[in-house]
Structure formats: structure tokens, C-alpha cells
């Protein structure tokens, strides 16, 4: 190979890197200040090596090949949960036939076994908690939390595709009548909006802005809906594949005068890292925060609670 070539290689290189680290450099004193409010160092060393992950994957452009996250753990922790399924000891779900090698035995493993949307004792679902599920999919996350205490949860779920596997899944579970079916995404205030998504993964499901021609899907504030329902929420948990700035928007009032537990996904778009438990803070600056990686690739976790 040419000294020319190497050299050209070495400039691309070098763009993909700048290219990777650009926003973390310009937004470092944010990042500081985010991980000096964690409550314990496994967050804080959580919360560093999702930025190398995030930086290695946007540079490699395959996040496959910087997975960091203990596989040995991720596999007992499926091998467990594809054990206690055959035994009966979790709730049948159904998923599409498309998605069904994502969510099984993974679905299990995250939420029954490593408790995807709980962190110790601090962030944990209480006997009689209302929670309010966003991102609800096929209905697995609302399950769980019943099956962890709550009294009552409401299964925010905008997909067309995901709300038979919904109904389905609700309706074969002996707790069912605790869940209510809530066919809306949420956001920043009450619109409509089209979904997009990959076909292979009915939770890859995001709102978008709707073309005129487009068929769209109702969006509600978490403020409006909770007042209009006489809802007082006490865990809100959103996965809504980068929606939650907006959806967190919409329920300000809601954050501020109940203060709830929360679960938020901060692993959908890189500035959620810090500008999501920033938002949280100005809202509630008594938040005390914990994170956590529940997966391999995805998964990464932002909880708070007073």
C-alpha cells in the first residue's frame, strides 16, 4: 500500500473520530455535572463507559463489536429466565411472529430477571403504585409491574401493530383487570402523528411528524390525560425510542406535583445522556438518580426517585 493511501486512510480515520467525539466534547460540562449527581459509583461507571460504547459505536458503525456489558451475566440471566418460562413461574406472553426472536427469551430476562425498570431498593414498584407505562408494546412491561405490587397500571401504546398483542396479552393474564389500555403515544402536548419503525421490531416503533397523507395516531400530554382521568401517578416508566424529552415536557406538572418514581431510556439519541436527567432536575431538583445497562447492545436506564 502507498504512503499516499495510508494517509487518506488515516485522514478518514481521523474525521470518523472527531466526527464521534464532537459532541461530547462540546457538551463536557453538562456530562461532569450529570454523573456528579449520581447516588453510587456503579451508576457513575455506568454512566463512562456508555459514553466509550456510544462513541466506539457511532464510530465503528456497529455496535455489536463494542458490547461491554458482562455477556456471561446477560447469558445466565437468559438461560435462567428460558428455564423458569418452560417451568411456568412467568406470565405467556405472545409477540408477533416477526419480533418473536427479540423478545424471547430477552423480554423475560430484562424485566423478570435483572429488572430492567427497578434499581435496588431506592427505585422500586410499592404495593398499590400507580404506574404509568409509556411504550407499553405488547404489554409485558405493565405485566411485570403488577406482578411486582401495582395497583393499577395504564399501558400507553400508540402502534396499531403492537395493540392486539396488547389486548391478547392483558386478557390471558389472571391480573388483567389492573391494566388499562391507554391507545396513545404521549409527547409535549396533544397532537397527531404518524409511526415509523423497523418491520422486524414492532418496539422499534417512533412518532413522527405526520404528511398530509399519512395515516396517524393520537398523542396525548401526560399533564392533560392525568387531569382529565383523576390520575396521580406514582412510577412513570418511558421507552419511547427518543420521544421522552417531549413526553417529559408534557408531563411537567404532573413530575413536579407527585414526584414520582421514574425509569427513563436514555439510550435512543446520544444528548439523552445528559440532557434528559438535566430536564429532570429543573423539574424536581430533589431527584436523586441511579443508571444502569440491562443488555448487551441496548437498554441503558436513567432512575430517579426522592
Not at 481521523?14 to 464521534?20: F, H, P, R
Request: with cysteine.
Amino acid at each position: 500500500m502507498s504512503v499516499y493511501s495510508v494517509t487518506r486512510i488515516k485522514q478518514f480515520m481521523d474525521c470518523l473520530v472527531n466526527e464521534a467525539v464532537k459532541p461530547l466534547v462540546a457538551n463536557c460540562e453538562n456530562i461532569e455535572t450529570v454523573e456528579s449527581w449520581f447516588e453510587d459509583e456503579a451508576s457513575r461507571e455506568q454512566y463512562r463507559r456508555e459514553f466509550i460504547y456510544s462513541g466506539l459505536s457511532r464510530f465503528l458503525r456497529d455496535p455489536s463489536l463494542v458490547d461491554y456489558n458482562k455477556p456471561p451475566l446477560w447469558e445466565a440471566a437468559m438461560e435462567k429466565a428460558a428455564a423458569l418460562h418452560a417451568a411456568g413461574a412467568f406470565p405467556e406472553l405472545v409477540f408477533p411472529e416477526s419480533s418473536a426472536w427479540l423478545f424471547f427469551p430477552s423480554t423475560y430476562a430484562t424485566l423478570f430477571i435483572l429488572e430492567q425498570y427497578a434499581y435496588g431498593e431506592d427505585v422500586r414498584l410499592r404495593e398499590g403504585d400507580v404506574f404509568l407505562d409509556c411504550g407499553a408494546c405488547c404489554g409485558e412491561t405493565s405485566i411485570w409491574a403488577v406482578c411486582c405490587g401495582a395497583g393499577r397500571s395504564y399501558a400507553f401504546e400508540p402502534n396499531p401493530e403492537a395493540l392486539p398483542f396488547l389486548a391478547t396479552n392483558v386478557a390471558r393474564f389472571e391480573h388483567g383487570d389492573r391494566i388499562t389500555r391507554v391507545p396513545f403515544g404521549v409527547g409535549a402536548s396533544s397532537a397527531r402523528m404518524a409511526v415509523a419503525g423497523d418491520p422486524n421490531n414492532i418496539g422499534g416503533v417512533r412518532l413522527v411528524e405526520a404528511k398530509e397523507d399519512a395515516n396517524t395516531v393520537p398523542v396525548v400530554a401526560l399533564d392533560d390525560w392525568c387531569a382529565e382521568n383523576s390520575v396521580k401517578p406514582d412510577f412513570i416508566k418511558m421507552d419511547i425510542e427518543g420521544a421522552e424529552p417531549d413526553a417529559i415536557q408534557g408531563a411537567a406538572k404532573v413530575i413536579t406535583a407527585y414526584r414520582p418514581k421514574l425509569a427513563i431510556c436514555l439510550y435512543h439519541r446520544l444528548s439523552d445522556m445528559w440532557t434528559i436527567p438535566i430536564q429532570l432536575k429543573r423539574l424536581v431538583p430533589e431527584y436523586r438518580f441511579w443508571c444502569r445497562k440491562n443488555a448487551p447492545i441496548w437498554e441503558f436506564v436513567l432512575y430517579a426517585s426522592i
